[in-house]
């Protein structure tokens, strides 16, 4: 067995591409996440983060390489891969005719989640994102906030070993968003594995415990703060200037400086 497909890596990604027409939008990335482990996935706008997390997720299918999720293959084993998978978009689509506990019933059902199991992670979930009053409601009457939080407790309520996550905050409130970092904390420590791709750099420097950089859909670096800070050759700098400095952006002190004098 390679070293990219150890028992203890719950996702590996390998010399992973994709094309749109003769766009590289993923070009032969490489990278692992350990059990546990909660890896930030940062990149510009357009670098390739939306796209890989939808190879990962199983929405789009790659033109090369492979992604490997609890030491399966995602393109021989598609089924049991996305049963291992929580995938927590950031426009989530919901069924506006469903009530949100029936939303829920409908998700528990496509990943055989035991009754029990169903009946108290339920309750846990609405009661901590304030959602039992609106269980019964169409979802079609829920603000953009409130649709947020029912997709993210649909995916902590399957306790999958894999939650894959695209910019997880949008639209939620100062209260939510706290309650959704401390349960990314939290359900690593019982050994989650956590994707996380955010244009928040202070969140990704809070949660993180290696975090990857993409750009122009190649991967610019992979480590810890430590290893990041060597890479840009910028000791003691805090994420955003390595991000800055490891994606070329040295035109914004320009900009910055020509927008304070007016």
């Not at 469903?98 to 939303?103: I, Q």
């Not at 901590?128 to 979802?139: A, G, S, Y």
């Not at 009457?141 to 407790?153: D, V």
């Not at 202070?202 to 415990?209: K, P, Q, V």
């Amino acid at each position: 067995m390679s070293e990219i497909n150890s028992p203890d890596h719950v996702l590996a990604i390998e010399h992973l591409t994709k094309k749109f027409g003769n766009f590289n939008a993923v070009d032969d990335i490489s990278l692992t996440v350990s059990r546990g482990e909660i890896f930030g996935f940062l990149g510009p706008n357009g670098a390739g983060k939306t796209t890989t997390i939808k190879m990962i997720a199983g929405l789009l299918k790659p033109d090369a390489g492979q992604i490997s999720i609890c030491n399966r293959g995602l393109a021989e084993e598609p089924r049991d891969c996305k049963q291992d998978t929580g995938y927590i978009p950031d426009r989530p689509y919901l069924f506006e005719k469903l009530t949100g506990y029936e939303f829920l019933q409908f998700i528990a059902s496509l990943y055989n989640l035991a009754p029990d199991t169903f009946a108290k992670n339920t309750a846990h979930y609405l009661k901590l994102f304030d959602l039992l009053e609106w269980q019964h409601r169409l979802i079609e009457s829920y603000s953009h906030g409130m649709r947020q939080k029912l997709i993210i407790a649909s995916v902590f309520m399957l306790e999958p070993p894999l939650i894959v996550v695209d910019e997880p905050m949008v639209g939620l409130d100062p209260k939510s968003a706290r309650i959704v970092k401390e349960l990314f904390k939290s359900h690593a420590a019982r050994g989650t594995s956590v994707f996380l791709s955010t244009h928040s750099l202070e969140i990704a420097e809070e949660l993180c415990d290696r975090i990857g950089i993409i750009l122009n859909g190649r991967l610019r670096a992979v480590g810890d703060l430590k290893d990041l800070q060597l890479e840009a050759k910028t000791e003691h700098s805090d994420l955003e200037e390595i991000f800055l400095e490891l994606t070329g952006a040295y035109e914004l002190q320009e900009i910055i400086a020509a927008l304070r004098s007016g």
